[in-house]
């Protein structure tokens, strides 16, 4: 039985130090961009989050000399905090990192690549009619990518951007006869 006295009846109090704003590293500093840049290829999702929070934090230390691989026993690893080579993950399917994912995050793309990505696909929608419009919406929502890629394709071969930007009229028929 507790002989403690007086703690039954008070709240808990918040932490003592609040965070006011987020750590942020030297993020000028030559390694500390080196790090940025680095990619994150052939991990899981979970490996993939620790290696980005490591980079964000600041903790993440890069390899000055390749490891050895776990699998071919070569040294041919040159991205720190992997157990297997690139070659090694991509045969077996497995996570570098843990060596027991099932799916490898390949490669990702950058934020300029996407946003290009993405602008060019708004413009190729707005090449559309309006039916074509609602049937690439639809196929999409389905998961036909093949059927939505085709709705596209075919209407950018009718469009080229020459037609966009003609002065001339169509038709020059229908001048007003005297």
Known sequence: MSTAKGKAGQKKQGQKHKNSFAFVPNKF?????????TPIQGVCQRCKDIIEWKQRMGKYKPLTQPKTCLSCQQKRIYCAYHVLCQPCSTEKQKCAKCHEGDIAVHMDKKKEEIVKEEQELEYKISLLNERQKRSYRRKIERGDDDGANKILGNASAEYSDDDFFDDEPENEDDDVEE
């Open 29 to 37: 500093s030559p390694v500390a961009m080196k790090i940025a840049a």
